[in-house]
């Protein structure tokens, strides 16, 4: 066989060798693309997003489109062509398998977490909005999870509501922790609590809770990274009593990515005349209950998605301006944002007309 022709036989059996090894070698890495965009103003699968009632709604016309991110699941195992396929593609992302499961986490874990995290952003969201409208909202401080195996389990349950601890009168989530870690690990602590049965009752009688009790729990020593300190087991949250309903209807989605959104539409139908001036407006971003915009993950692939549906503006929290600015979707201009405040000020400028002032990405 001439030399020529083994060698060409020998490159092309080692390539076709590499190209086998790059489909059934695994590597440590996942995908992200754009997902789906809904808008908040409009339906989803027949019935509206944004289902209120029990207060005066208006016709709410345009665009204030939640935006999402599709990832590769937590059994799926990608292999090296398909790394390197996303990497060389424009719409697609990939990253370090660890940055969406860390710790081993499962599907069904981060399905759980990322259900979690949905509820709690449409709770703030409707906060958000109707502080923003001068609408009072009932607030209190309530066992959000217990640790399986932890001293508190058996003795607080979830939707317990925490009135004080070791006498400490609580108004925030943060002050149960701050009051349990005054305490040594092996040192009692004495929550006073309305159980959930109670306060779920009270609330269908429109009455205010009248039963509360004192649990004593024997703290126990943190195992996490962080500094040893006295734990009980729990996770504490915040739950709300609204004067009237509203529903967001928006199945599989998770996350709290779309607070922000959910915000502004409910402001919207709450508000007569037009928030976006007929503007198709995007955007992203968590949402607390003060009307702060926190940042999400992926917001390359949401600017994408959202410019792919006919977004012309993206509403994008402060924090994440600096990745989303790197390569921007033509057509779109990307709107920093930093509380509820900013993006109603922004919409303002937008239905005027007057966007020279508009704070942009990258100004």
Request: proline share 6%; glycine share 10%; charged share 25%.
């Amino acid at each position: 066989m001439p030399r020529r022709t083994a060698t060409m036989l020998a490159s092309t059996l080692m390539l076709i060798a590499l190209l086998c090894a790059g489909v059934f070698i695994p590597v440590p890495y996942a995908e992200m693309s754009p997902g789906p965009t809904v808008n908040t103003l409009g339906d989803h699968d027949g019935e509206p997003v944004l289902q209120i009632s029990g207060r005066k709604t208006y016709a709410a016309s345009g665009h204030l489109n939640m935006t999402t991110v599709r990832v590769t699941s937590a059994d799926y195992r990608m292999n090296l062509v398909e790394a390197v396929y996303g990497w060389l593609a424009h719409d697609n992302k990939v990253v370090q398998r660890e940055t969406l499961y860390p710790d081993g986490k499962t599907e069904e874990q981060s399905t759980q977490e990322n259900a979690e995290e949905f509820s709690q952003s449409q709770e703030s969201a409707k906060v958000a909005a109707l502080k923003e409208l001068d609408v009072p909202v009932k607030s209190w401080v309530i066992v959000s999870t217990v640790v399986k195996g932890s001293p508190a389990e058996g003795k607080l349950h979830a939707g317990d509501v925490i009135k004080a601890v070791d006498g400490t009168t609580v108004k925030e989530p943060a002050d149960v922790a701050k009051l349990v870690t005054q305490r040594k690990p092996g040192q009692d602590v004495r929550f006073t609590i309305v159980p959930a049965k109670e306060q779920a009752a009270a609330e269908k009688e429109k009455r205010t809770p009248t039963k509360t009790q004192d649990i004593t729990i024997t703290t126990t020593t943190s195992d996490d990274s962080g500094e040893k300190r006295a734990i009980v087991g729990i996770s504490a949250g915040t739950d709300h009593t609204f004067p009237f309903t509203v529903d967001i209807k928006l199945a599989d989605v998770g996350g709290p990515s779309a607070g922000l959104m959910f915000a502004l539409g409910i402001y919207d139908k709450l508000t007569p005349g037009n928030l976006t001036g007929g503007k198709f407006v995007a955007g992203t971003g968590t949402i607390d209950d003060t009307g702060k915009v926190g940042p999400i993950g992926g917001i390359e692939m949401k600017t994408v998605g959202a410019r792919a549906k006919g977004a012309q503006y993206f509403l994008t929290p402060a924090d994440n301006c600096a990745a989303a600015v790197k390569d921007t979707p033509e057509g779109l201009t990307l709107i920093k944002v930093d509380t509820i405040q900013d993006a109603l000020g922004a919409l303002k400028d937008l239905r005027s007309g007057d966007t020279a002032d508009l704070p942009k990405c990258g100004k």
